[in-house]
């Protein structure tokens, strides 16, 4: 009896054992799945943030607002560019434009007509003592040129840029009185513009713009800004 007893004691104690070491590997087992799902789940939502991101959000915090089709000197002064067209209520890919055409972003830039700065100003635009060349008052002039077309023209984009390089009363007669650097100035700013406004990273109009002296004017800006 004592022996009966003495063998029921040891197979309840294994049983005992086997239910103890059964327990803890199954709780350490749950642990390490639990971590490894939620060490791999950040991950994942990475992925699918990534791949979700729109494309514009994405443009607008790399550039600073305008869109990556403008050359690197126009970047440089992209934040500057969104603070001076929202002054004026524009489009900062219109006011970029505009600087891609006239100076490619070199602020001390200066035409054979007179025109200073960055959006190259007619010097009447300006008040007694301003410095024509300084990057804000420069923007505050042509911007306000601008802002005018766009009212003037019950916001065509099209004939605002005319008017910015020929004078908006010229851009009112139409295409066939406007000289042949108005018309080219339409043909490159509407164009510019329109890849611009889509987002797009490249623009077949603006590389002809360069090709037409754009470069140069992109070479001095560079040299001029610092810029490798």
């Known amino acids: 009896m004592v022996a009966v007893q003495q063998r029921m004691m040891l197979i309840l104690s294994v049983a005992v054992l086997f239910v103890l070491a059964f327990g803890t590997w199954a709780v350490r087992t749950s642990n390490l799945d639990s971590g490894s799902s939620a060490a791999a789940q ?16 994405v443009v607008a915090a790399a550039t600073g607002g305008i869109a990556p089709l403008f050359t690197r000197e126009i970047q ?17 890919n219109m006011a970029a434009t505009v600087m891609q055409i006239e100076s490619c972003g070199d602020p001390n830039a200066v035409s054979s007509a007179g025109a200073q700065g960055l959006f190259q100003v007619m010097p ?42 020929g004078g908006h009363g010229t851009a009112a007669k139409g295409w066939a009185a406007w000289p042949n650097e108005t018309q080219r100035y339409y043909t ?7 890849d611009a406004a889509a987002g797009s990273a490249t623009s ?15 070479q001095q800006a560079a040299a001029r800004l610092g810029i490798q």
Not at 129 to 147: I, V
Not at 204 to 218: F, K, R, V, W
Request: net charge negative; glycine share 12%; proline share 5%.
């Open 42 to 57: 950040p991950a994942e939502d990475a992925v699918v943030a990534e791949q979700t991101v729109p494309e514009a959000v």
């Open 76 to 92: 440089h002064w992209a934040p500057q560019i969104v603070a001076w067209a929202a002054e004026q209520g524009l489009d900062p």
């Open 124 to 165: 009447f635009h300006f008040s007694a003592g301003e410095n024509m060349q300084d990057p804000d008052t420069n923007a505050r002039r042509g911007m306000a040129y601008l802002a005018q077309g766009m009212q003037l023209t019950s916001g065509d984009t099209g004939l605002s840029f005319a008017g910015y390089n």
């Open 188 to 194: 490159w700013a509407t164009g510019i513009y329109k």
């Open 204 to 218: 077949e109009t603006l590389m002809q713009c360069l090709a037409a002296g754009g470069t140069g004017l992109c």
